[in-house]
């Protein structure tokens, strides 16, 4: 009964180091899952070592779809550039992508530090597309400056948005 217990708190605190980010990575879903199967966790456990750290179970089964969503637009990204480039009908179908499985901003940069690049970084892949494409992602940087998780304006990832404004002619 006392290792039961002892399970169930260890495990809360996995939990609490897991969301203190607020993203679950398919790598740590894994790991909770391993430890529930091993310790026996029930639902109704993590249902109360969920409570105790201030989640719910639909907040934390969001996280967990949040999670495969992001490593998933991951992958598209990297194959993406993986010639370096971004070209229109590449950007289009990314676009298409974030639209469809609801890729938020956060997420878009998140993503972009998963694959060691910056917004800037990102913008400058741009450079031989057209104005068009030039355009849809000047409106996504305009859309992630007002984003209260964006970064702050004079970091690296807002120069992007400067860049862009001097390849594609349009003012912010």
């Known amino acids: 009964m006392a290792d039961a217990a002892l ?88 676009a298409a992508y974030r639209k469809r499985h609801k890729v938020s901003r956060a997420m878009h940069r998140d993503a972009l530090a998963d694959v060691g690049l910056t917004e800037a970084q990102y913008a400058a892949k741009f450079v031989g597309a057209t104005r068009e494409a030039l355009g849809e992602y000047e409106a996504l940087l305009k859309e992630a400056m007002n984003d209260p998780q964006a970064p702050p304006r004079n970091s690296a990832q807002f120069c992007g948005a400067q860049f862009l404004s001097a390849a594609g002619g349009a003012q912010f």
């Open 7 to 94: 399970s169930c708190q260890v495990f809360a605190g996995l939990l609490a180091a897991v969301l203190e980010d607020e993203r679950i990575s398919p790598d740590e879903r894994e790991r909770l899952d391993a430890y529930r199967e091993k310790h026996r966790i029930t639902d109704a456990q993590q249902s109360e070592a969920l409570a105790a750290i201030g989640w719910t179970d639909a907040q934390f089964a969001e996280k967990l779809t949040e999670g495969e969503e992001l490593e998933a637009y991951g992958h598209v990204l990297q194959a993406a550039l993986a010639d370096d480039k971004m070209t229109e009908a590449e950007e289009a179908r990314l």
